[in-house]
């Protein structure tokens, strides 16, 4: 499928990245997905539709977002240099975003009237709450019962912004299960309802368009280094729970072969013990809500449930060109534990006066592992995808902290 | 295609259901649910209290078309050790002492994958499987498991619902085998149900597309439900509201009182009356 040395033709016209990706998904809702691919091949060749894009993605979530030295933590790792891009300076704090106000447009563009969409740790829910205020849509958002009492902030915020916040039970109530009873809600309701995913899974085309949405974080890091080092850094580092900051980051400098980059699932507790979200690291290729990709299951094929004590990487799965750049051995993944997020979080936080997601955490933790060792002109690029306010009563939990 | 499946036992059926001038019953119910003992009980069951066919339903984790009651039927069986393995074993045992009676698996992909769908194929027919349905396993996807499903003689059994166009239809009637499941809502199993019209509208659009019988399922909850539906479809398929009897049947931890199986199966016997008798 692909060309020598690139790594940028994915996926083919039925959705494949190599074995990967698909569309898995029950025949209603199969006419819906060919007119969304329809519908965004359309839009992707108006250039009408990429200056609507580029006037909100510039006014409302105020980009491009900054490329940011870290000075204190290159100097405390005495290694490399550390750059930040922060997405976590985006309006409504995180990268997720990015692809909110894609599909917005698009959902406009083909008449839909009602948005629903799923969130774990709240970020792509509140993302999506807010381009619905914006636009006047209406919004429901999935979102499991465990997540909702980790999250309390963030629900509340979905619901100052006109989303109902719809509480999943089933499984083990996080955000496979509200994954699930969102594509139950969009079977029952095809004629106005877009489901408005928020990472690069899905059936084909999500994980190609969320990919594109979210690819700009990659190309704006390359001008900006280019700017201020005027050079390509030596790697990349982006956690990966779905993987679409991840996605978004590596994409441009996938054909780049100077550039290292590296992918940061989340280990829970240990990558060897049974509480962890490393889909790639330790799972098994399967297929789930609508594609083929590595996932979390057991010998018999029943997808078990993944943890993390951040919320956005507790997926058991990961995005099908995820798994495709892994067995392409593009980007090597690797994987940190809560307790080494947890210390990123509190060193980023106290030395560069950044307060990161969690999620982002993972990320910062596996090139501060590694920053001391290397030297002192390689550049690091870290995707600090988000901000940590969310997180603040996990972390204070965490440290046994009665707030 | 027609030819490989002369001899199967949904062929069979649908050719004396044809014969009698009615309509069959489908019951679904899900392998394992509560517990293997009970589940093949239940089965044994079926055919005498009049059904037709039978689907048995592979437990999965992520069940994302059924509604509550299917999703708990998964949780209860899975909870008590079921896998691909036990299912296959359950119609080998069934297979025993019932030889006509059709019996159609249906799930999700990911268990089939993880098994392999060649070494799947090749178990499901010798324990005497007729056809399959995999939910999200659409047209789009069928290459992956329909052939060695059709090289072994089970029918890759295909849906169709309301949001299949004349347009679409073709494609899916390419790999469709066993008969064509209509799906008469757009929604999750157990939940609302099709207006009576709207039903034979449908099926006769189908019509006009193929000859494979048409069974229509989702959302049937009653004998009177499946007799409007056996009034103009080749077959009416009942799933959530035969495990509701079941589910009524367990105490308060889950496990099957005395009257489980005997409640679950009068019930199938008045859906049954009420497909029988429609077309009189």
Known sequence: MTLANSFTQGPDERGHFGPYGGRFVAETLMPLVLSLEKAYDEASADPAFAAEMNRYLTHFVGRPSPLYFAERLTAACGGAKIYFKREDLNHTGAHKVNNCIGQILLARRMGKTRIIAETGAGQHGVATATVCALFGLPCVVYMGATDIARQQPNVFRMKLLGAEVRPVTSGNATLKDAMNEAMRDWVANVEDTYYLIGTVAGPHPYPRMVRDFQKIIGEESKAQMMQMEGRLPDSLYAAVGGGSNAIGLFYTFLNEPSVQIVGVEAAGLGADTEEHAVSIGKGRPGVLHGSRTYLLQTGDGQITEAYSISAGLDYPGVGPEHSWLKDAGRVTYVSVTDAEALDAFHRTTRCEGIVPALESSHAIAQALKVAGGLPREHIMLVSLSGRGDKDVDTVAKAMGVKL | ?280
């Open chain 2, 1 to 280: 295609m027609e030819n490989a499946f002369a001899n199967n036992r949904l062929t069979r059926r649908f050719a004396a259901l044809k014969a009698e001038d009615r309509a069959g019953l489908v019951v679904y119910v899900t392998a394992s649910d509560p517990d293997l003992e009970t589940s093949a009980q239940l089965l044994a069951g079926l055919p005498g209290a009049g059904a037709d066919i039978i689907e048995l339903g592979m437990p999965f984790s992520d069940p994302m078309a059924d509604g509550p009651s299917i999703q708990r039927a998964a949780l209860r069986a899975l909870a008590s050790g079921a896998c691909m393995n036990r299912t296959l074993a359950m119609v080998k045992d069934f297979r025993k002492t019932e030889a006509d009676t059709p019996v159609v698996l249906m799930g999700y992909y990911n268990p089939i994958d993880t098994y392999g769908a060649q070494r799947f194929a090749i178990d499901a027919a010798a324990a005497g499987v007729d056809g399959v349905i995999v939910v999200d396993v659409p047209p789009e996807e069928a290459d992956e498991i329909q052939p060695v499903l059709a090289a072994h003689g089970v029918a890759f059994i295909c849906l169709s619902t309301p949001t299949s166009d004349d347009a679409r239809l073709p494609a899916i009637l390419k790999y469709a085998g066993g008969f064509l499941y209509y799906v008469s809502v757009l929604g999750i199993t157990g939940t609302v149900s099709a207006a009576a019209d709207a039903v034979a509208a449908a099926v006769a659009r189908l019509k006009r597309h193929t000859s494979l019988p048409i069974a229509v399922g989702f959302g049937i909850k009653t004998p009177q439900a499946a007799a409007t539906v056996a009034r103009v479809a080749d077959a009416a398929v009942v799933g959530s509201a035969v495990i509701d009897r079941l589910a009524a049947g367990l105490d308060a931890n889950g496990k099957p009182t005395p009257r489980a199986v005997p409640d679950t199966l009068a019930f199938v016997a008045d859906l049954a009356q009420g497909v029988r008798g429609a077309r009189q």
